[in-house]
């Protein structure tokens, strides 16, 4: 079987869809060493292991970006039995089966976050593709809660869709000694990674994090990882609620930076309304950081009961459980081995192996391509 993967986001590095992308592609080269892939890359930005069965193949356009790369790069490929976009989107003519990840539906659940903008490239996206039912074999999905957001919005067959769930890299995802805990920094933090999109919630955070005892907030930071430069209105709310001594915006930080501020924090608290899959839960777990997270769509079916969930708009609630959880000795060891204990249920090999599993099932099905 030879399948195509158009990873378009390796280029994305640090943001989710590159970092699924990424480390699907180096699970499978793994994992699956009878079948023959050929990765198709718009950039340099990463290089994998090498590997017999793995063909990695650069595509640049001098023109044009992705939605403009994506119809003509598999193209190049030849024939194949699967071609898999490790993301949303949808091809205008193949030659085999063809895959796709959903997320998420998010754009439907919360609009677009602004004015529709058009551009050249979606309009080609567009009047090329037109009925992308027609030519989408199979979705992918990461979660239960996802594929039901897909039934219900998109109206795609139960029996198109396969969850597979992503995994973390526990070889760079690892706690450290809790006396090692710190990192030489002065301060204790409770940490949030998020950004600009509202539906992260940090408000809501910032909120809960103010209205903590004076005894307690005074011994912690709160440190927001992520690009916040759209969002005025947090650094606002941030002098307005008194924290704002307390408070770090770090900005985008590397990989490294990420694993090493989940290692030494005291508490990750997440409060997003909504998520697909939810990533960064699963990261702070595997770090032994001890998680409070918002009950919203996918994130309870991620962290099972390694965390403590919470309504994503009752900022006391978060208040609440933040204070038991910075006072009581117990019960934040208890969940630090939670969530290592369940962090270890996702890894990226086992999702390799379910997603081949689905590329040979949707390769194995006689109906004729368009």
Known sequence: MKVVIAAWHLKDFNVGLGRYSRALIEAIGRVDTRNQYEILMPDESYRFPDRPNMRYRLIRFPFFKRRFWEQVAPCLAGRYDVLHFPYDSCVAWKRGRFVTTIHDVKPLLFGSGGRRRWNLNELIERALVRDRWSRIDHVLTDSLCSKRDIVERLGVPVDRISVVYPGVELERFHPVPVSGRGGGTERSYVFCVAGADPTKNVEVLIEAFSRL??????????????????????????????????????????????????????????????????????????????????????????????????????????????????????????????????????????????????????????????
């Open 213 to 370: 005892p004076g005894g307690v907030r005074e011994r912690y930071d709160l440190v927001l990882a992520g690009d916040f430069r759209r969002r005025p209105d947090l650094h606002a709310r941030v002098r307005q609620t008194g924290i704002e001594r307390q408070t770090v915006f770090t900005g985008v930080i590397s990989d490294e930076r990420l694993i090493e501020l989940y290692q030494r924090a005291d508490l990750f608290v997440f409060p997003s309304k909504y998520e697909g899959f939810g990533f960064p839960v699963l990261e702070a777990m595997a770090c032994g950081c001890p998680v409070i997270s918002s009950n919203a769509s996918s994130l309870p079916e991620v962290v099972g009961d390694a965390a403590i969930l919470v309504e994503p708009l009752d900022s006391e609630g978060f208040t609440r459980e933040m204070e038991r959880v910075l006072t009581d000795r117990a019960l934040w060891g208890d969940l630090r081995e939670r969530g290592l204990a369940r962090a270890v249920q996702f890894s990226w090999d086992r999702t390799a192996r379910e997603t081949v599993t689905v590329y040979c099932r949707v390769a194995s099905q006689a109906d004729n391509v368009a």
